[in-house]
């Protein structure tokens, strides 16, 4: 077996071990497997080894890696920073949109897929930690905006997403994670939306991400390695 496929077999595995543990149903996780910088072949041999979702967060490098390897089987989430500017380039290609960080991101989203006669299913993303280097809202405005989120066309809201500050424990990831469920549980609330998706949960902390509810983890490391910093990256 390459490296690639032990390691994403080994990472499902984990998945499934932790779901159980937690007393959730087998199929409540999903991963998502994060190519970033990772090169067409590998994530083919990813995608040989039985990884179904494939998440990028640049378009200009996704574009191309996306036209190459399709759709077949497979899908594509977009999980990094996207600019208002770059909405036009999204296109249909990717499935879900994990990282909508503000309304007027949102509103460019929608009425761009609203004139294109489509919906596009995104995650708002949360600012748990109140880190003012992060991207994401602050949980008290995002609250204040659930309903006008729940009234744009062209986008279904399904849920939120975050990115906890790196600890080199993840038991101090916990916190944040069960912060955002109760957001979440506040929003279906307050909006009366169904907000099914958790997106939380990377390399080193996504067990404890499942038991507190994760219905998406994103791993990129664990099952490709350490990828080369880009500067500006984290
Ligand atoms: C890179 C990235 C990941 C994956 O991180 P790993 O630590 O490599 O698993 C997850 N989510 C986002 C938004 C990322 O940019």
Redesign the pocket.
């Known amino acids: 077996m390459s490296m690639i496929t032990e390691s994403l077999v080994d990472v499902l595995e984990r998945i499934s071990q932790t779901t159980q543990k937690s007393g959730r149903t087998p199929n409540s996780v999903s991963l998502i497997t ?1 190519s ?1 910088q990772v090169s067409v072949d590998r994530i083919e041999e990813a995608r040989g080894a039985g990884a179904v979702i494939f ?1 990028e ?1 640049k378009i200009q490098e996704a574009i191309p890696k996306i036209a190459q390897l399709g759709w077949d089987e497979i899908s594509w989430h977009f ?2 920073h996207l600019q208002k500017n770059k909405v036009k380039f999204l296109d249909e290609r990717f499935d879900l949109i ?2 909508v960080d503000s309304f007027m991101l949102a509103e460019k989203i929608a009425g761009h897929c609203h004139s294109e006669n489509r919906v596009q299913r995104i995650l708002l993303q949360v600012n748990v930690s109140g880190e003012t280097t992060k991207f994401g809202m602050e949980p008290s405005e995002l609250e204040k905006k659930m309903i006008d989120f729940s009234r744009l066309k062209g986008v279904n809201v399904a849920g939120l997403m975050t ?1 906890p500050p790196f600890y080199s424990d993840p038991e101090n990831s916990r916190k944040h994670f069960s912060r955002l469920r109760e957001i979440r549980d506040q929003c279906e609330k307050q909006s009366g939306l169904l907000l099914p998706e958790l997106s939380m949960g ?3 902390d996504f067990q404890i991400a499942i038991e507190e509810g994760a219905t998406l983890v ?5 099952i490709f390695g350490s ?1 080369q910093p880009r500067p500006g990256e984290n």
Do not use: C, P, Q, Y
């Not at 994103?218 to 664990?222: D, K, L």
């Open positions: 994060v970033k998440g967060n999980i990094g994990h990282s990115i990377m390399s080193h994103r791993v990129g490391t664990a990828r």
